[in-house]
């Protein structure tokens, strides 16, 4: 459990979309300021009311919709929609095929299709585009579910995806899962992880039903209410690598405990046995507080959404967490100590290098504050994290990682803020979400990704592995200075002067 | 009616239009749309044509209104007022382009209106919501605006200066060194091109393009639009020509420019023969290994039109390849399919390609297994192979499955860095080779 969703509820499925979380939540996306500030600011709701005179380009819920729902073994995406809606799939297809083939499974061909709207289609409606579509993914890919995106047009026209579904659902073979995920809805485009598992929760977790055994067998049985009682379901997100995940299994499994990872890559038999385990177990609450939250209330497996293990203390606690359910605590204790030691001792070298050596952090709330906390174990003085949003979910972790007078910026993306502040306050490094690290990298700052496929970064392995990435990026930084100088940044030199707070204004409206 | 495509090789208008906008230097694009838009139609360009990056103010750098559901409801013209705004503070741009997404049109926001009042500071507008159809009309979007808005109408014209149309940075994932090299071709023949987004090129030198004598489009599906703007706003006439690739598409290529320009025969057909004759000099070096292992394969083909007829053409009158299916995936319109199939008349081998259009990219399997015969448990079986498959990136699973060779070269490109590269020309066909041949050797 934890102590921030206990009181929210997540009683939605009937509904044919979940509220958005500015709604649900509470969140802020615009903040300037110290950790301290912003904690007393979001408690007191007016963080959450900031928005900016002057915005850059972030995410769309649809492309998080889609980024979860795509990974999905046998499926075809549809996006209903005209062509640019995940346009971006043309170059991600290829990653999907690769991500596959590191967790070994069995290669298969991403499918998607646009409905193409046209102005014709804004008038008249595009459900019959839709229609011919979903027959075409299942007369010619066979697929065991087609997910249908609802975009921005179809949003605002108004066009009934669901009646469309309905009617279509038992005449095919394939599972219909429609989704709302319209990007205007949200500007907290963490909306679109729930809208993805509302349309999972809604259409494809109905579990399997048990066909009684002629000859009843009690072994059987028994061994699967024990398989069950040992099982942890771990939800994986779109920035764990196959590193992390076998790193987090040994570890699980190390407690004598049956790890599973869920729903990412998941056949649809997989989810459809989601309610066969113990416990639910988090790595990230920005991305699954909706989908732990609506298991517990439907099949009543407890959960557990409290850190990202990142880093020794945050692997530690995640570790903790998971055994004090299971009453392991010192089968943990003993495998935490074990762990610690080994992994301190290598990280020697690596600390002798980082230690002193200035950081800032930017990517997602939980992520970025357990990977500085991780960088500020090893002796290096963080200077400032950016987080996309900030909610209740890191409220302990906001203060305690570096202290209330820590820099923080609130903003998805957002990179001349970003640029702006680092132009300021130039780290040693920087390490930050996909589409910042090439800015940082023109104002010749050293950086590396805060998540990637190829990489492992969570739990002791991942934290030694981040160490080791950080004292290789430092032995070279000749890429980033001869960039610098020689490429140009689109910003003006009065904006690098300005102060970031003046930007930053009381919304019309949440 | 356009209908739905399975996996589309296009992103939407204004994917289109931002995709032009970064193949500009040192211009930069307000989106007035939801706040996603954006960033991710330009990271679908950054990492499907060849990892090209996003631009000089591309991917989550680009300013944008971020409209959301209230404003929906009560219009989003403030907003965006407000944010050209700062924008034109904080941003170092030679020229700032409005552009709009399918939210703000269906609400009937005037974006470009808005942005006409900022005239003096740089600012000009287009509408490129997404259901306007393909990148290719973004394309035509953005340079409709510049032709009518930010061109100078020029009372003379320089007989020797022509504009390039119908080359979309992105969507043509070798853009950039196709535009260098048709600027040198034409350069041979004492013509000098106005390219938009070439080297060298910048917006000062854009809003001087009226001078030009004549409109080169070299597509027959973007830039034809653009070209009656320049038609009928500045006077300049055009003709419709297609990419050069190798000695045929060059030769071609030259002699129809020259003859446009009154420029003498003579000066193209030694202009082309220097390019043959260094064409030949490299390729010489490959006679003897394409002989003695036999590198002629069996073509097919798939890509947009831009593409298509240009590479069949190269692969079958140059270089000596069996074209035997070509696939066209963004031509709808019948009459419009009939005239491209005109093209392959110039296909000179004895063996002629079946041309198809086929949008969805699921099926060409069925189509190539279809254009052969099937084996029916013969012992001596005159199967399709070898063969090799030149379409995006997205053709590499056909060629998996048909054993094929395979090489990238239309949009979507994921699996290969693109830089200065260009198969333009006969020089941009022996980098097509070196490619096409590396891709068989490269297991040694």
């Known amino acids: ?510 | 009616m356009p209908d739905f495509i399975e996996r589309a090789k296009f992103s939407c208008a204004l994917g289109g239009a931002l995709s032009t906008v970064a193949g500009i230097a040192r211009v930069v694009p307000i989106v007035h749309a939801a706040g996603g838009c954006a960033g991710s139609l330009s990271g679908a360009y950054n990492l499907a044509a060849g990892y090209r990056g996003v631009g000089y103010c591309g991917g989550n750098m680009i300013p944008t209104s971020n409209i959301a559901e209230n404003n929906i409801v009560f219009g989003g013209e403030e907003r965006l007022e407000e944010q050209i705004e700062h924008t034109v503070k904080a941003f170092n741009g030679d020229l700032y382009i409005v552009l709009t997404g399918c939210q703000v049109e269906i609400i009937g926001d005037d974006a470009v209106g808005v942005a006409r009042r900022f005239k003096d500071e740089n600012v000009i507008g287009a509408s490129t919501p997404g259901f306007l159809g393909n990148a290719l009309k973004g394309y035509d979007a953005v340079m409709e605006a510049l032709i009518e808005s930010f061109i100078e109408p020029s009372p003379v014209h320089d007989t020797l200066s022509v504009n390039i149309l119908g080359v979309v940075p992105g969507q043509d994932v070798f853009y950039h060194g196709n535009l260098d090299e048709i600027k040198r071709l034409l350069g041979l023949i004492g013509v000098s091109a106005n390219t938009f987004f070439s080297t060298g090129e910048s917006v000062s030198a854009i809003r001087g393009y009226g001078r030009a004598a004549l409109n080169i489009v070299l597509s027959t599906q973007a830039g034809l639009g653009p070209a009656e703007k320049f038609k009928s706003v500045h006077g300049i006439p055009y003709i419709v020509s297609e990419l050069p690739i190798g000695p045929a598409g060059t030769e071609a290529f030259l002699r129809q420019v020259a003859e446009e320009l009154g420029i003498s025969a003579a000066l193209a057909e030694e202009a082309f023969r220097a390019e043959k004759a260094y064409y030949y000099s490299f390729l010489e070096r490959i006679v003897d290994i394409y002989s003695d292992i036999d590198f002629q394969r069996y073509a097919v083909v798939v890509a947009d039109s831009y593409y298509a007829h240009a590479l069949t053409r190269f692969l079958a009158n140059d270089l000596g390849w069996i074209p035997h299916l070509t696939a066209i995936n963004d031509i709808e319109d019948e009459a419009e399919q009939a005239e491209y199939l005109k093209k392959f008349d110039d296909i000179s081998s004895k063996t002629k390609p079946k041309v198809i259009f086929q949008r969805h990219a699921g099926l060409l399997l069925g189509e190539v297994r279809n254009s052969w015969q099937l084996n029916r448990n013969s012992r001596y079986y005159d199967s399709f192979s070898p063969a090799y498959v030149i379409g995006s990136g997205i053709e590499r699973s056909l060629a998996d499955k048909l054993g094929a060779g395979f090489l990238s070269v239309a949009y979507p490109v994921s699996n290969r860095a693109v830089l200065n590269k260009g198969y333009a020309g006969c020089r941009g066909a022996l980098s097509l080779i070196e490619d096409l041949i590396t891709n068989l050797v490269a297991a040694r």
């Open chain 1, 1 to 510: 459990m934890s102590k921030y969703s206990d009181e929210l509820t997540y009683g939605f499925a009937k509904a044919a979309a979940p509220p958005v979380r500015e709604t649900r939540i509470g969140v802020c996306a615009a903040f300037c300021g110290t950790c301290g500030k912003l904690n007393e600011n979001v408690k007191s709701g007016c963080a959450q009311l900031q928005s900016r005179k002057f915005s850059q380009s972030g995410g769309c819920q649809l492309m998080l919709a889609m980024g979860i729902l795509s990974s999905l073994t046998n499926i075809v995406v549809i996006i209903h929609s005209p062509l640019g809606c995940c346009s971006g799939f043309g170059g991600i297809a290829g990653l999907l095929k690769t991500m596959r083939a590191s967790k070994g499974k069995k290669e298969q061909e991403f499918v998607w299709i646009h409905t193409n709207m046209d102005q014709l289609d804004v008038v008249n409606g595009g459900t019959e585009k839709l229609r011919n579509a979903i027959l075409h993914a299942e007369k010619h890919c066979h697929p065991e579910a087609i997910i249908i995106a609802n975009g921005c047009v179809p949003g605002i026209i108004g066009d009934d995806i669901d009646s469309l579904a309905s009617e279509l659902e038992h005449q095919l073979s394939a599972k219909l899962v429609p989704v709302h995920c319209e990007g205007f809805k949200s500007r907290y485009v963490a909306s679109g992880y729930d809208s993805a598992y509302h349309g999972v929760l809604r259409h494809l977790i109905e579990p399997i039903k048990k066909q009684d055994l002629i000859f009843p067998d009690e072994g059987l049985d028994a061994l699967e209410r024990w398989q069950k009682s040992r099982t942890v379901n771990i939800f994986n997100v779109g920035s764990n690598s196959n590193g992390d995940e076998v790193e987090l299994s040994r570890l699980v499994s190390a407690l004598g405990l049956i790890p599973r990872f869920l729903p990412l890559h998941a056949s649809i038999e997989d989810l459809e046995r989601i309610s066969e385990a113990a416990l639910n177990v988090s790595v990230c609450a920005t991305h699954d507080d909706y989908l732990l939250g609506h298991l517990k209330e439907r099949f009543g497996t407890p959960y557990i959404i409290d850190t990202l293990p990142i880093g020794i203390k945050n692997t530690n606690k995640w570790l903790r967490r998971i055994a004090e359910y299971f009453h392991l605590e010192d089968e943990a204790e003993r495998l935490i100590r074990l762990e610690n030691e080994q992994l301190l001792e290598a990280l020697e070298p690596f600390k002798r290098v980082l230690e002193g050596k200035s950081v800032f952090v930017g990517g997602g709330e939980t992520r970025i504050l357990t990977t500085a906390e991780f960088f500020n174990s090893l002796g290096m003085k963080l200077l400032g994290v950016k987080a996309h949003n900030v909610d209740r979910f890191v409220e302990d972790i906001l203060e305690e990682t570096a202290g209330p007078e820590l820099a923080i910026e609130v903003a998805a993306g957002q990179p001349a803020e970003e640029l702006n502040i680092l132009n300021k306050l130039r780290p040693d490094l920087y390490c930050g979400h996909m589409g910042a690290n090439g800015w940082v990298a023109r104002l010749g700052i050293p950086n590396l990704p805060l998540f990637g496929q190829s990489l492992n970064y969570m739990g002791y392995s991942g934290a030694f592995e981040l160490a080791r990435k950080a004292v290789k990026v430092l032995k070279n930084t000749n890429f980033v200075q001869n960039i610098s100088a020689n490429a140009q940044l689109p910003l003006r030199k009065e904006w690098f002067d300005s102060d970031v707070r003046e930007n930053i204004k009381e919304t019309e409206s949440a």
